[in-house]
Structures are given as structure tokens and as C-alpha cells.
């Protein structure tokens, strides 16, 4: 990390105002008192509670310069150059006072020679000042300081433990590394805290809980849902072929340099009929790659005013991105990007952003989307080249259904060979999973109600009754598998 090396081409840039948006306030500080040492220069910090006080000289805390136009008065009076460290600046913004004596500080630069640095966990800079300011981005730990942080806590843990070593192995501390990728200095170090102190020991049970935290870290608005239940694909029947498919690429995801000339896999489109197990499938890649699931939900993102859409866009694919290695699920994806013409343009802009980040993805975020209706989706989506492949989910066959059949009767705690599977799957052609699901559910209800121990006859006056969507839909379903059959990988 070269920040305290930027930090310095930054003030000798000449500008009047930097702006950093941090939690890390004290990492911040400490930077700039090295550089007060190299430069020579006063450093001062200033907050609302403890005024102006000066940082590169051991002076006695003094409380003076607590108001903020006090503050930029003195700044503006002292004919030395320093820098000043304006801490929680943020809210004095709306003083157009402020603003001015701000900006006349900057604005006397060349005679003054001061920097003012503008430190806050988010800063709305106003129009007037921006053409003097610069933004400065703290870096974010690398692998090596990631394993040093971790390296560090687990000292201090076996220090106060009479020299106990945590227990651990190569395998699960680089996971666990790995993890931490994307977090603050600070961040980091309390989540490794976290894992070691709860019983000396770094796990596998620690991985899913420091994902877990990483997440409410970075996803204060609520734009993505962390799915912690995935599935496994014993849970999902059929789908051989996408089955087969993520099998064959599991090895090169999860490899960090993949070998030959092989590109990570970016993601899938899950197009077919309602019902027929595409969440569930989504599901079943997290799990099957043992990798976090986060859910977008368009009716999340969507806002009323201008811009706020595709902010909110940007900010959920950058929480993904931090959380990779992970499986993000775009569910029913044609509602957020179908065209409408009363909405401004955000649904084109939206698409545009999605596209672009789709195309410069390399951050190990596997998208999974899901779709009913192909004709609702914009053609720059579905063409060769934006997903790795676009699979259809058609209603299942008659050994599909023969196996939902037994997934849902042992999921509720029944034997399924003491049922006529058979006869079940027969009866229930055309059936999409769901359907197949909720003739069992409403089985075991009839069965419930009438005293009775549930027999594959309480199941197949269940599906007699029940008018399957491919019955009640036909024309638009048969539309679809036509549209499919020569444009699509079939996943069963």
C-alpha cells in the first residue's frame, strides 16, 4: 500500500482541498502526521467537540476554534502554511457561510499555501468547492496484510492465553484470507478477532459467520439479500446438463489463476416455465460451490428520482464484488429491465450499467439469472457472449418427476418406496416441480383431515384435481419451449 506516497503527490499537487471518505479516522490521521514530519509542516486537527488543536508538536489539548466559521476564520488569518484535518465537516455545508469562507481559503492558496483536508465517512461537497478539491481513496489491505492482521490477532490471542497456539491449517486460514478481501484495515482485524477468540481457533464453521458480518458491512442499505439457506442439487430434480456444466468449471472459479488459456465462468441465464425449479437451481450453484448467495431484487433498487436507480445498481454490484468469491441470483430478471416508456429511461440506463459491468467482471462474482418471459428481455441480454450460457428449464420428464416425487415425500419425513412413484409421475405429466410439491402438501392436508395415514391415492386425487399452468397457459408455455428449443441448452 503506497497511500502515505499519494497522499504526498497530493499535496504537492497543489490543492487546496482534499476530501477523504473513511471510517477509518485514526489510520487517516496517523498518515498525515508521518507526512507533517517529512514536510515540516504544522498539522492540525479539528473536531466539534475538542476544537483546534495542533498534532506535530506535543502541545497541551486547547479548546479553542470550537465553532466551525471560527475554525476557517483562523485558517484563513494564519499567514503560515500548515495542513488542517477538518474532522465531521459535513454538516456545516448547509451554512452558505461556510461554504464562502471556505472557498475563500482555498481560493487564496497561492498566497497562503494551506491544505485543508475534509475527513467523514460521506461528504456531499458543494457545487461551489468542487473544482478545489480532490478526492483521496484509501487503499484497501492486500493478501499480505490481510495475513498479517490475522497473524497479529492470533499473538495477542496467545498471549493472554499462556502462549496456547490457535489452532488452524493452511486450507481454512487462506479461506478465511481470502474472506477478508475487500474490508478496511480495522474491519479486517475485528472480524479475525471474532474468529480466533471464540475458542482459539480458526475453522471452517468460522467462514460462513465472518461472510455473514462482511455482508451487514457493506450492505447498510438493504439493495442485496444475503441467502444463508442454498441447496444442494440432490434437492433439485434433473437438470443434468447444467448439473454437468457446473461441475466441469467448479475447479477453474474457484481457482485464483486459472490454468491454460481457461476464463473464469461469469454466469448463466435460467429461462423456462414457472415452477419448474429455477430459484431453486439458483440455490443449488451457491451450494454446490460452497459459496456465498446474494439475491438482487430490482423492486429494491428502484427509486423515484433521477439517478438514484443505477446508484443503487452500481453500489449492489460493488457489495457483490467485495463479497466474491459468490453466487449473485438476479430473480426474474425481465421486470427490472423490460422497457417502459413511462419510466425516463432508467430502465435503459439500468441495462446499460448492468452491461457494462457484466462485460468488465472479473472480480469472481458468478451471476445466475432467472427469467419467465423471453420476450420482456432486452436483446443486448440474451446474445451469445453476454452470459456463458443460457439454459431452459422445461417441465420435467417422467424420470424428473419420479424423483421430485421422492424428494418431496422424504423431505416430510416419508418413505417414498412405500408409495407407487410411479403411478404419481404418470399421473402428474405435465407438472411443473411446484405443482408436483403442492399435490403432496395437499395430500397430506386431506389425509390429516381425515384421520387417515397418507396413501398414494390421497396424492393422485390431488393431481386429478389440479389444473397444471402448462393446462391453463398452454399457448404461451408451448410458445416458449418453441422458442427455446433452437436458441437455448436444455439443463435437464
Known amino acids: ?163 496456547a497456539r490457535v489452532k488452524t491449517d493452511s486450507k481454512t486460514l487462506d479461506l478465511l484470507i481470502r474472506n477478508l478481501s475487500g474490508l478496511t484495515m480495522s474491519d479486517a482485524k475485528r472480524l479475525a478477532r471474532n474468529a480466533i477468540y471464540d475458542d482459539g481457533a480458526i475453522t471452517q464453521e468460522d467462514l460462513p459467520e465472518v461472510m455473514a458480518a462482511k455482508y451487514k458491512l457493506f450492505n447498510k442499505e438493504g439493495l442485496l439479500t444475503f441467502e444463508y439457506e442454498t441447496a444442494r442439487f440432490t434437492d433439485v430434480g434433473g437438470l443434468k446438463n447444467l448439473k454437468r456444466w457446473l461441475e466441469q468449471r467448479r475447479s477453474v472459479f474457484q481457482d ?73 441470483w438476479i430473480d426474474e430478471i425481465e421486470k427490472g429491465l423490460a422497457a417502459d416508456e413511462s419510466d425516463s429511461g432508467t430502465s435503459r440506463r439500468i441495462l446499460g450499467t448492468l452491461l457494462t459491468w457484466m462485460a468488465e467482471n472479473k472480480s469472481g462474482v458468478f451471476v445466475v439469472a432467472t427469467a ?41 419425513g416419508l418413505t417414498p418406496s412405500e408409495f407407487d412413484l410411479t403411478a404419481l409421475a404418470k399421473a402428474a405429466e405435465d407438472f411443473s416441480g411446484s405443482e408436483i410439491e403442492q399435490a403432496v402438501v395437499s395430500a397430506l392436508y386431506s389425509s390429516h383431515a381425515s384421520k387417515a395415514r397418507l396413501e398414494t391415492a390421497h396424492i393422485l386425487e390431488e393431481v386429478r384435481r389440479t389444473r397444471p399452468l402448462s393446462v391453463v397457459m398452454a399457448e404461451k408455455i408451448a410458445a416458449l419451449r418453441q422458442w427455446a428449443k433452437s436458441r437455448t441448452v436444455p439443463a435437464g
Open 256 to 328: 485464483d489463476a486459472p490454468p491454460g488459456n481457461l476464463d473464469k465462468p461469469k454466469g448463466i441465464m435460467l429461462l423456462g416455465v414457472q415452477g419448474c425449479g429455477k430459484s431453486l437451481a439458483a440455490r443449488a450453484v451457491a451450494g454446490m460451490w460452497n459459496i456465498p448467495l446474494l439475491r438482487l431484487d430490482f423492486a429494491v433498487l428502484y427509486n423515484k428520482y433521477i439517478g438514484e436507480t443505477e446508484k443503487n445498481l452500481r453500489a449492489s454490484l460493488k457489495t457483490a464484488a467485495v463479497m466474491a468469491p459468490c453466487v449473485l
Open 1 to 163: 500500500m503506497n497511500d502515505i506516497y499519494d497522499l504526498e503527490l497530493t499535496i504537492k499537487s497543489r490543492i487546496p482541498i482534499i476530501v477523504i471518505e473513511t471510517h477509518e479516522e485514526n489510520r487517516v490521521v496517523e498518515m498525515f502526521k508521518r507526512i507533517a514530519m517529512r514536510f515540516a509542516m504544522p498539522l492540525f486537527r479539528w473536531t466539534v467537540t475538542q476544537g483546534l488543536q495542533r498534532l506535530d508538536v506535543d502541545y497541551p489539548p486547547q479548546r479553542h476554534n470550537i465553532e466551525p466559521a471560527a475554525v476557517i476564520g483562523q485558517i484563513r488569518s494564519t499567514t503560515k502554511k500548515g495542513m488542517y484535518l477538518l474532522l465531521d465537516f459535513h454538516p456545516y455545508f448547509t451554512d452558505p457561510l461556510i461554504v464562502r469562507a471556505l472557498r475563500e481559503v482555498a481560493q487564496a492558496y497561492d498566497e497562503l499555501g494551506h491544505t485543508v483536508v475534509l475527513i467523514s465517512h460521506s461528504l456531499e461537497i458543494p457545487p461551489e468547492l468542487r473544482k478545489q478539491c480532490a478526492h483521496f481513496e484509501l487503499s484497501l489491505p492486500d493478501t499480505a496484510k490481510l495475513k498479517e492482521i490475522v497473524m497479529d490477532e492470533a499473538r495477542l490471542w496467545s498471549s493472554r492465553n499462556q502462549g
Open 372 to 412: 419467465n418471459d423471453i420476450t420482456s428481455l432486452p436483446p443486448e441480454l440474451v446474445r451469445k457472449g453476454r452470459m456463458d450460457e443460457i439454459f431452459f428449464v422445461d417441465l420435467p420428464d417422467m424420470a424428473t418427476r419420479l424423483t421430485i416425487f421422492g424428494v418431496h415425500l422424504n423431505k416430510r
